[in-house]
């Protein structure tokens, strides 16, 4: 079974940065699509950040296109979000999940796509 653990959320002010940390065990990371989605109260679910089984392919939704990043660590079984410039509005609970079936070449961008799930981290920007 595979798990994926989130860390390194926290209460933050606007301006300041953050990296999300998203740990597996079990299965075969270095055959997953990862992704970052995020809920904020009130909205629904929705992608941050996507990458590619070897990195080679990033996604990123309108609103954080040039201030996060996503990146991974097949060897560590890790995937990260860095977040720069932090804003009122990304305040949310962000949760990473992995595709075990990616199609070659692609990111999964749907959330029905993606097989596991994490518990999820609170990320609070106060303005």
């Known amino acids: 079974q595979v798990q994926l653990v989130e860390s390194g959320g926290g209460l933050v002010q606007a301006g300041d940065s953050l990296r999300l940390s998203c740990a597996a065990s079990g299965g075969t990371f270095s055959g997953y699509a990862m992704g970052w989605f995020r809920q904020a109260p009130g909205k629904e679910r929705e992608l941050v950040a996507a990458?590619?089984?070897?990195?080679?392919?990033?996604y990123y939704g309108d609103s954080v296109k040039g201030r996060f990043t996503i990146s991974r660590d097949n060897a560590k079984k890790m995937a990260f979000l860095q977040m720069n410039s932090l804003k009122f509005e990304d305040t949310a609970v962000y949760y990473c999940?992995?595709?075990?079936?990616?199609?070659?070449?692609?990111?999964?961008?749907?959330?029905?796509?993606?097989?596991?799930w994490g518990q999820g981290t609170q990320v609070t920007v106060s303005s």
């Open positions: 990458i590619s089984v070897t990195g080679a392919i990033t």
């Open positions: 999940a992995a595709d075990r079936s990616p199609l070659r070449m692609m990111v999964p961008t749907k959330e029905n796509a993606y097989d596991y």
